[in-house]
């Protein structure tokens, strides 16, 4: 049986200022399990970023319980202990230049490293390895203002990687990327993902959620609905109530549906279901 890194049951949160209060997230009950890939959608406004935070120990939950690697975390949690925990897991936010520390590639992976008291010798493994996984070891002495926006993200993931997390959450971190950036993002997303991390994405790109093994649904601050992107996006009338669109790929495959060529794509990934479709009408063509 696989191990529980993140589990919590009827999950609570609210924010409180000006003497008013919110409540954004209602009785949230799940389980992650380590190694896995995990999405989260939902419309602005569902909870997805709120509930990461939670993940994060950046927020703590106004009710119901939080368990991060075995250990429940509340109010009585110190600061030591919060402290081990956030070594084990790393946070990429939207906004590359908003990530960024230093004025050389290098330099910003190396800053996390270095705030933890390592030896030379393994910030240096560490900030090449990182830059390996990445795809930006070339870069490594550049100026990461001159980057792209993609490019930026990516030593930005880097960054986190060079701390070691065993999971790694990604809140909208392609959101203000161009098509370019987030393919980039994503391969790296999809790479991490491969070599065993315990991924949560958050993202409102749908064909983004189409690699992962599990796709959650928040709607009101509540979980709608829990499956494997197959499920979740033959399910038209759950996309339509939650206010979400399909990927591109189910799409296509919704059109070549209605004109009677059925295809079994084994998943919604566009390059699988491109390799499938062209098969497919190479098949029919010679009948």
């Known amino acids: 049986m696989a191990e529980t890194v993140i589990k ?65 975390f509340d109010d009585k949690t110190t600061e030591d202990q919060e402290y081990e925990i956030r070594k084990k ?58 980057l792209s926006g993609g490019q930026k993200q990516r030593v930005a993931i880097a960054g986190i990687i060079a701390l070691s997390p065993e999971v790694i959450i990604f809140d909208e971190s392609t959101a203000m990327l161009d098509p370019i950036g987030r393919r980039e993002v994503m391969q790296t997303i999809t790479k991490l993902a491969k070599m065993g991390k315990t991924i949560i994405l958050i993202t409102h790109h749908m064909d983004e959620a189409v690699n992962a093994d599990r796709i959650l649904i928040l709607s009101n601050g509540r979980i709608s609905a829990d499956g494997t992107p197959k499920e979740i996006f033959s399910n038209d009338k759950l996309i339509e109530e939650t206010g979400l669109e399909l990927p591109q790929s189910k799409k296509i495959l919704n059109m070549l549906s209605e004109k009677g060529i059925e295809i079994d794509t084994n998943g919604l990934d566009p390059h699988n279901a491109a390799l499938n479709i062209a098969e497919a009408l190479k098949k029919r063509r010679a009948q």
């Open 89 to 146: 897991i790393g946070m990429v936010f939207q906004n590359p230049d908003n990530q960024m520390v230093a004025t050389i590639v290098e330099e910003d992976v190396a800053f996390g490293p270095e705030n933890l008291g390592l030896e030379p010798t393994e910030i240096r493994r560490r900030v090449d390895e990182a830059l390996d996984i990445v795809g930006m070891k070339e870069f490594s002495k550049h100026s990461s203002s001159q």
């Open 8 to 72: 919590t049951e009827n999950l609570n949160f609210q924010y409180d200022s000006d003497n008013k209060t919110k409540q954004v997230l209602f009785d949230i009950s799940l389980e992650i399990e380590k190694g896995s890939f995990v999405c989260i959608l939902g419309r602005n406004g569902s909870g997805k970023s709120t509930l990461a935070k939670v993940f994060s120990l950046v927020n703590k939950p106004t009710s119901g319980t939080l368990e991060l690697f075995g250990n429940q």
